[in-house]
């Protein structure tokens, strides 16, 4: 048996939520999600009355489990869940983007071969995973110091002594580097890291520049209902679909809608508060992805990176982490087994 937890066996978490986004449109609707939950407070409370039931629907009155608590929590799975949910929309995917550890898109395929035995759910790479600690499009050439093919073999340099993205990068100009001094070796080192990002095996992985940050921008949504700190087993699902609908929809929709179902009228002035939230929430976005935003903190971060360079170079505390610090030493262990 794998432990990965030092408290108990098993996993550490015992609640998992898997969620599906298309990026079709402007929007990127939330089209699916999954939930596995292992809580249930009246079994855990059955059990403690000394009586032998079993979750999910192992014993009276409602069990909120739906996954054994013995059974892995699984991206698979809740993939092929994912792909069931899709199937019942009419809609087939095509390219499902997953991060690079995930098999998600696994499930997706094998649930919709199932039901379409001629289809195939090709997996996209995530570039922001597969990229995040990767250099970009450039040349070994250029980080050498030579800039004589990036005019014309270079998408992020312009090459020449004041043109080069060395000197007009924030981050580089920052921290004062203008070339790196390498050796054969690691220009071989280079070479295959490029190969990593701009072979052709990668672009064909990357080639509609799909992403999963919608993915994770719900999950940092769904962190306001579902604290880490706090297990909700009763109404978690409820409050993780709470949250997905008022994304899907927006703020004054989704309120108006839920209100609705439960027969309750919302008055004219409290819609109206409702629907300038949504107009500002929209309006954010909308800020947040223009050019001269995204510049912005661009520059910001530029900023934060030359400051921090700066008052590492000037200051004279010099703090060191060392781990281990009460560890028992091994000449004192040796000390002890000598008595």
């Given amino acids: 048996m794998h432990i990965v937890s030092t408290k108990k066996p098993g996993q550490n978490a015992s609640q998992a939520i898997s969620l599906a986004c298309e990026q079709v449109t402007d929007h990127k609707f939330i089209v699916a999600s999954v939930f596995h939950n292992k809580l249930c407070w009246t079994g855990s409370w059955l059990k403690g009355k000394g009586l032998n039931v079993t979750c999910p629907d192992g014993h009276a009155g409602t069990c909120t489990a739906n996954v054994k608590p013995t059974t892995p ?12 949910q899709i199937d019942r929309q009419n809609v087939l995917v095509k390219y499902a983007v997953t991060d690079g550890d995930g098999r998600g898109a696994e499930g997706i395929n094998d649930a919709l071969k199932v039901l379409h035995p001629l289809w195939k759910v090709e997996r996209q790479a995530d570039p922001i ?84 940050q919608k993915c994770e921008a719900v999950n940092r949504a769904l962190s306001v209902s579902l604290s880490k700190h706090v297990n909700f087993s009763r109404n978690f699902e409820g409050r993780a679909s709470a949250i997905i609908h ?42 947040q992805n223009t050019p001269e935003r995204k510049k912005k903190n661009l520059q910001q971060t530029g900023q934060k990176i030359k400051d921090h360079v700066e008052e590492k170079e000037q200051s004279k505390f010099k703090d060191r982490y060392q781990k281990g610090q009460l560890d028992p030493k091994l000449h004192f262990i040796r000390h002890l087994f000598k008595a």
Wanted: net charge positive.
């Fill in 129 to 212: 995973h597969l990229g995040r600690s990767q250099f970009r499009q450039t040349t070994v050439c250029c980080f050498t110091g030579d800039y004589s093919i990036c005019p014309t073999s270079s998408y992020v340099c312009g090459g020449g002594h004041t043109n080069c993205w060395w000197l007009r990068s924030m981050y580089l100009g920052a921290n004062k580097l203008t070339n790196l001094n390498m050796d054969d070796n690691d220009k071989l080192i280079m070479q295959e890291l490029l190969k990593m990002k701009l072979s052709e095996e990668a672009l064909m992985k990357m080639k509609f520049n799909f992403n999963t």
């Fill in 246 to 287: 008022t994304l899907n929809n927006g703020i004054a929709n989704s309120w108006k809608q839920k209100a609705e179902c439960i027969g309750f009228k919302i008055s004219q002035g409290s819609f109206k508060h409702l629907e300038q939230m949504q107009r500002e929430c929209e309006r954010n976005k909308v800020y």
């Fill in 73 to 84: 929590l699984s991206e698979y799975l809740m993939g092929k869940e994912i792909g069931l």
